[in-house]
C-alpha cells in the first residue's frame, strides 16, 4: 500500500496540482537565493525534493508556524519521517538539498536570517501544509484507495488498508484514551466521505474470515467472467484487478430480497459505480482523458456479472410449474436419505442473497450422477465452511492475508 500511496500522490502532483507545486518551489528558490551556502541548488532540483517529500509525507498536514512557535514534537517527526524516505527513494538527488528543505519546514533560520527571511521561510513552511493536504486526498482517498482492492472494505478515510484489525483489547484502549483527551467527539460509522455504507463493508468483512472459501468463489467466478471480457491493447480487459474489484462489491452490495430494488436498477448502479472506480484509479482511464475501449470492456463485463444467466421472472416462472417427479432410482434415494448440507456463511448471511441468485440448484444438479459431469445452469455454489462466521465480525488479521485474487 505504500508503493501504491507513493506513486498516486505523485501522479496528482504531476497532473493536477502541478502549478500548486510549482509556486512552492519558486518560493523555496528566493529563498535559497538569500544563502550564499544555498544559492547553487537549483529551481528543478528543489522542486523534485519538494514532491519526494510531499509523496512521503506520513499525514495530510502539520501545524508548523500558526502560533509563530517551534514546531511541536509529533510535527517534527513527521517532517523527519518525510525527508528521511524522500532521501531513500532517491539516492542520486545532493542530501544537502533534502537537508535544506527540511531546516525550511521546521524553521530552522540560519544565523545571519534577518526579520524578513524569517517571516518568508514561515509563511513558506504554511503555504506547504496547505499543499500537502489536498494531494494526500487527492492521492490516497480518490486514487490510491482504487487501486489497491486487498479488501475494499478497509478503503476508508483515515484508514490503513494494508492493516487488517486488530485485537479486541486494543480496540477498547483506543477508546478510552479517546474518551479521556475528546469526551465530546463523535464516534461515526459514517460520514459524508464514506466510500461504502455500514452493511457494505460489514458484508464484505466477513469474507476476511473464510478466506479458503472465498478464494475458491473468486477462481470460479474468474473462469465464468472470463466469457465476458474483451480484448484491449492485446490484454484481457478488465483487469484481474478492477474485475476483483467488480466481485466484491457484488457480494456486499447485492440487494437481500428481490423486492428492495430490482436488478435492472441493481445493474445499473454497479456498472456506475465501476466507471467511476476505475477512472479515478487512473489506470487505464480516467475522467480527464477517457479510454472509451477499456470503459465499454468494464461496462459490459459489469452488466453481464451483475445478471444472472436466467433471469428471476423465467426462473418464477418455470418453478410455477408443476415438475413430473423423478424416477425413482437408487441415486436419488441416496441423495433424498441424506441430511441436508449445511449452508455457507456466505449464503446465508447478508452478501448472501447475490451469490444465492447465481448459484440456485435445479433439477439438473441435483439429479446428476457421481459418475457424469455436473451441470449448473447459474453461477457455482460456495462450498460448505469448516465453522460459520458472525455477519459484520472485525477482519481476521491472521487469515486475511490468504485471500488471493
Known amino acids: 500500500m505504500a508503493d501504491e500511496t507513493y506513486a498516486a500522490k505523485r501522479l496528482i502532483m504531476q497532473v493536477s496540482m502541478a502549478s500548486e507545486i510549482n509556486q512552492l518551489g519558486d518560493r523555496l528558490d528566493r529563498i535559497s537565493e538569500r544563502n550564499r551556502l544555498f544559492r547553487d541548488f537549483t529551481l528543478p532540483s ?6 519526494e517529500v510531499i509523496a512521503a509525507f506520513p499525514v495530510y498536514r502539520t501545524y508548523v508556524g500558526e502560533d509563530g512557535g517551534e514546531p511541536s514534537a509529533r510535527d517534527r517527526a513527521y517532517i523527519e519521517h518525510a525527508v528521511a524516505s524522500a532521501e531513500r527513494r532517491n539516492p542520486t538527488v545532493n542530501v ?5 528543505v527540511r531546516d525550511a519546514l521546521l524553521l530552522r533560520y540560519p544565523a545571519a536570517a534577518d526579520a524578513e527571511e524569517r517571516a518568508e521561510r514561515r509563511l513558506f513552511a504554511m503555504r506547504f501544509q496547505q499543499i500537502t493536504g489536498p494531494v494526500t486526498a487527492k492521492g490516497v482517498e480518490d486514487t490510491a ?8 472494505s478497509l478503503n476508508e478515510v483515515g484508514s490503513d488498508p494494508a492493516r487488517f484489525g486488530e485485537p479486541t483489547a486494543v480496540f477498547h484502549d483506543k477508546n478510552a484514551r479517546r474518551l479521556a483527551r475528546w469526551p465530546d467527539t463523535l464516534l461515526a460509522t459514517a460520514t459524508h466521505d464514506t466510500k461504502r455504507g455500514e452493511d457494505v463493508r460489514a458484508r464484505i468483512n466477513v469474507l476476511s474470515e ?4 472465498w478464494s475458491a468463489e473468486v477462481r470460479r467466478w474468474r473462469a465464468i467472467a ?3 471480457k474483451r480484448e484491449v491493447d492485446g490484454q484481457a480487459a478488465p483487469d484481474r484487478n478492477d474485475e476483483y474489484l467488480l466481485f466484491q462489491t457484488l457480494v456486499g452490495a447485492w440487494p437481500q430480497r428481490d423486492a428492495d430494488e430490482s436488478l435492472e436498477v441493481f445493474t445499473d448502479r454497479i456498472r456506475a459505480y465501476m466507471e467511476k472506480a476505475t477512472k479515478e484509479a487512473k489506470v487505464h482511464t480516467s475522467w480527464v482523458n477517457p479510454y472509451l475501449a477499456y470503459d465499454d470492456a468494464v461496462r459490459d463485463s459489469s452488466r453481464a456479472c451483475s445478471r444472472p444467466p436466467v433471469p428471476s421472472s423465467t426462473r418464477a416462472a418455470r418453478s410455477a410449474r408443476p415438475s413430473p417427479a423423478p424416477a425413482p432410482s437408487t441415486h ?3 441423495r433424498c436419505s441424506r441430511s441436508p448440507p449445511r449452508a455457507s456463511p456466505i449464503s446465508t448471511r447478508a452478501p448472501s442473497s447475490g451469490i444465492s441468485r447465481w ?4 433439477t439438473d444438479v441435483r ?5 457424469g459431469s455436473r451441470r449448473s445452469t447459474g453461477w457455482p455454489r460456495a462450498s460448505p465452511p469448516s465453522r460459520p462466521t458472525r455477519a459484520g465480525s472485525r477482519p481476521n488479521s491472521s487469515r486475511a492475508g490468504r485471500t488471493g485474487w
Open 367 to 371: 439429479s446428476t450422477s457421481r459418475g
Open 145 to 152: 484507495h482504487y487501486r489497491y482492492n486487498r479488501l475494499v
Open 210 to 213: 473464510v478466506p479458503e472459501l
Open 359 to 362: 448459484s440456485t440448484p435445479t
Open 226 to 228: 472470463r466469457r465476458f
Open 332 to 334: 436419488w434415494r441416496r
Open 96 to 100: 544537502s538539498v533534502f537537508d535544506f
Open 46 to 51: 528543489l522542486a523534485r525534493a519538494l514532491r
